[in-house]
C-alpha cells in the first residue's frame, strides 16, 4: 500500500470539457504475495466515449479498475479522473443489495436530497436505463439484463461520469448481451438518441466508460480499443480493426 494513498489518486471537483476523461502515470500495484499486477502502466483516455480493454487472463485489467476507483491503492505512479468513477461488476448480484429497483438506486444517491429530489432522481436513474416505472420491481424478478441495467442506473445515480465496467456482459444471454452494449453506447455517445426509456430530457452529460471484454465481437461497437499485457495498457486502435487482427491469431484467450 502507498505510504500517502491520496497524493495517487485525484479528481477533479467538476469536469472540464478540456480534461482527459482519465489519466494514468507509471502505475505500479503489487499484491501483497509478490505478484505485480501492473508495472509502469500510462495511459490516458482522449475524450468521453466507449473505450475498451482486452487482454489475456491475468493481465491486470481488474485490478487496474479497482485502483482506478480507489478500493485498492496503487504502490506508485498517479491516477487522474475528470469525473466521479463508478465500477459495475460482471456479477449484477455482487452489486445490487437492497429488494426493490428504487430502493437500490437510491442508496446510490448524494446525500442532503429531499424526499422529492430523491423520488425524482430515481426515477430519472431508472429511465436513462431503460427500466422506467420499475421502482417497486422486486430485483430478484429481473431479468440477467435488466440487472445489468440496474447496476448502471446506481452509478449515474451517484453522478458518476466515468463508468468502470468489468465484463459487464459475461454471464449474459446474446440479447441482453447487446442490450446492455447498445445501453452504454448510447449513454456514451456524443448526441446521444432518445430511445425506449431515454427521452431527451432525461439524459446525462457526456459520460465515459472503460469496458472490458473478452467478446472480441464487442469491440466493433468502440470508439478505442487497448490491449493490455504484462500490466501495461497498450495504444489506443481501432475496434473492428483489433478484433479482426486477435481473430486472425491462433492463440488462446490466456496467450493474448
Ligand atoms: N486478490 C488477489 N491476490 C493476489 N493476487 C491477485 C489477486 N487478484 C488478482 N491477482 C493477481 O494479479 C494479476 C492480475 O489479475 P487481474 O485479476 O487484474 O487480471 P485480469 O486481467 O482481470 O484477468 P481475467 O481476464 O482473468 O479477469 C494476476 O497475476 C492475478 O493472479
Ligand atoms: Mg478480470
Not at 466521479?84 to 446510490?108: E, I, R, T, W, Y
Not at 445489468?148 to 445515480?157: D, H, N, S, T
Request: proline residues 8%; positive net charge.
Amino acid at each position: 500500500m502507498a505510504a500517502d494513498s491520496l497524493s495517487n489518486r485525484s479528481q477533479a471537483g467538476a469536469s472540464h470539457q478540456a480534461d482527459p476523461p482519465l489519466q494514468v502515470d507509471q502505475l505500479r500495484f503489487v499484491w501483497p504475495s509478490g505478484q505485480v499486477a501492473l508495472d509502469a502502466c500510462s495511459f490516458a483516455i482522449p475524450r468521453p466515449g466507449l473505450w475498451m480493454l482486452v487482454g489475456g487472463n491475468g493481465s491486470g485489467k481488474s485490478t487496474l479498475l479497482r485502483l482506478i476507483t480507489g478500493l485498492l491503492e496503487p504502490n506508485s505512479g498517479q491516477i487522474r479522473c475528470s469525473g466521479k468513477p463508478a465500477l459495475v461488476f460482471q456479477n449484477p448480484d455482487h452489486q445490487l443489495l437492497l429488494p426493490s429497483c428504487g430502493s437500490d438506486v437510491q442508496l446510490s444517491l448524494p446525500a442532503g436530497l429531499s424526499t422529492a429530489q430523491r423520488q425524482e432522481q430515481i426515477a430519472l436513474a431508472l429511465e436513462q436505463v431503460g427500466l422506467a416505472g420499475l421502482q417497486q420491481r422486486p430485483i430478484h424478478s429481473l431479468s440477467g439484463g435488466q440487472k445489468q441495467r440496474l447496476a448502471v442506473a446506481g452509478a449515474l445515480a451517484s453522478r458518476a461520469q466515468l463508468l468502470l465496467l468489468d465484463e459487464p456482459t459475461a454471464l449474459l444471454d446474446p440479447d441482453s448481451q447487446r442490450d446492455v452494449l447498445a445501453l452504454v453506447r448510447q449513454l456514451c455517445s456524443p448526441t446521444p438518441k432518445p430511445g425506449p426509456g431515454l427521452t431527451q430530457g432525461s439524459l446525462p452529460g457526456p459520460i465515459t466508460a472503460l469496458w472490458i471484454t473478452h467478446r472480441l465481437d464487442e469491440l466493433d461497437h468502440c470508439d478505442g480499443a487497448a490491449l493490455v499485457r504484462h500490466g501495461r495498457v497498450g495504444r489506443w486502435q481501432d475496434g473492428s480493426a483489433l478484433r479482426q487482427r486477435l481473430n486472425r491469431l491462433p492463440l488462446g484467450r490466456g496467450e493474448r
